[in-house]
């Protein structure tokens, strides 16, 4: 692995401020998590191209010798497989990864600990990243006649820069060098980015109405007197299916547009829904969800076909869409 790690790690991370809970994970983590749903991007520079992207991913686990590991896929240009590599953590804290039959250390990240493929040379303090500042890291070191790497971890986050060298001759100098760009940890639950912009969602891009799979947002009876209340229910067997969309503003500043227009449009470009919706500043990702109903009248479920759900910032300054398949 620390051959893939020379040739795919340099600078930094901002989710913007940290909640106490996201802080609590982090503080509770290891230097090199592990779990499925967790990535990493990263920015990639080396002595024949600069602003190449590598991703390193955890889809699955498996068995070998009577352990579990993660195994961790490394992606490079169009998302093309480069490798993978087998980790398993254990009670100490201590990384390990399959080579061959057998297990090696790749990082303890003990000071004065074993050494091993990485070498933890030192405590780093805070660092800050384009995607945040992270106080609790782990400085690793490693040399040969050759060459020189180092780099700096984040507890509960992984890696964030690394760094190598070579040191001999007129070619020495920089080699390869990595910076974090973003990370998804926690098994998904904790989001670290980048980049600034909006995103629109549906719960699925295919939507079956016709075999009535989707949310039935029926308002039935519930009670005898029910039917004198200001809204009248809904009769027994009717069905008005409705989907749920998310739109989130990913690190937007506070002081820009927070005014959102969410519509889906029909195959023949007829609005179907269009609603404004005022969100919350607030640090990090704004998200709202709503439901969008799918029925032109009680058991009328829209046609078949592809509808488009887009939304846009009141002021035009960002949009996304994307294809949502009625069936």
Not at 45 to 69: F, K, L, P, V
Not at 157 to 176: E, H, I, N
Request: with cysteine; net charge negative.
């Amino acid at each position: 692995m620390r051959a893939i790690l020379m040739l795919l790690f340099l600078s930094p991370l901002v989710p913007a401020q940290q909640s106490p809970e996201v802080a609590a994970g982090l503080a509770a983590g290891s230097y090199f998590p592990l779990e499925i749903g967790d990535h990493w991007v990263y920015r990639a520079d080396s002595r024949i191209g600069t602003g190449a992207y590598e991703t390193w991913r955890i889809d699955r686990t498996d068995t070998a010798n009577g352990n579990r590991y993660f195994v961790m896929g490394i992606y490079g240009v169009n998302s093309t497989l480069v490798g993978e590599d087998w980790f398993r953590a254990d009670d100490q804290g201590r990384i390990f990864v399959l080579t061959g039959n057998s297990d090696q250390l790749f990082l303890d990240p003990r000071l004065g600990g074993d050494p091993g493929q990485l070498n933890a040379v030192g405590q780093g303090g805070s660092y800050r990243t384009a995607v945040g500042m992270f106080s609790d890291t782990l400085i690793y070191a490693n040399s040969d006649p050759f060459l020189a790497e180092t780099g700096q971890f984040a507890r509960g986050v992984g890696l964030l820069w690394s760094s190598q060298t070579m040191r001999t001759g007129s070619s020495g100098g920089f080699v390869y060098g990595r910076s974090l760009v973003e990370a998804v940890v926690g098994g998904g639950a904790i989001h670290f980015t980048a980049t600034a912009g909006i995103h629109v969602g549906m719960e699925s891009l295919t939507l079956d109405v016709t075999g009535k799979k989707v949310t039935n947002c029926v308002l039935p009876c519930y009670f005898v007197a029910c039917g004198f209340g200001p809204t009248p229910p809904d009769p027994e067997g009717t069905y008005k299916p409705c989907a749920r969309a998310r739109v989130s503003l990913e690190n937007w500043p506070t002081d820009a547009s927070l005014s959102v227009r969410l519509r889906l449009v029909a195959p023949d470009t007829t609005v179907l829904y269009d609603q404004k919706f005022a969100l919350t500043p607030a640090p990090g990702d704004v998200t709202l969800t709503a439901q969008i109903p799918l029925y032109s009248a009680p058991n009328q479920p829209f046609p078949p076909g592809a509808y488009q759900l887009s939304a846009s910032t009141d002021d035009g300054s960002a949009s996304s869409a994307l294809t949502v398949t009625v069936q």
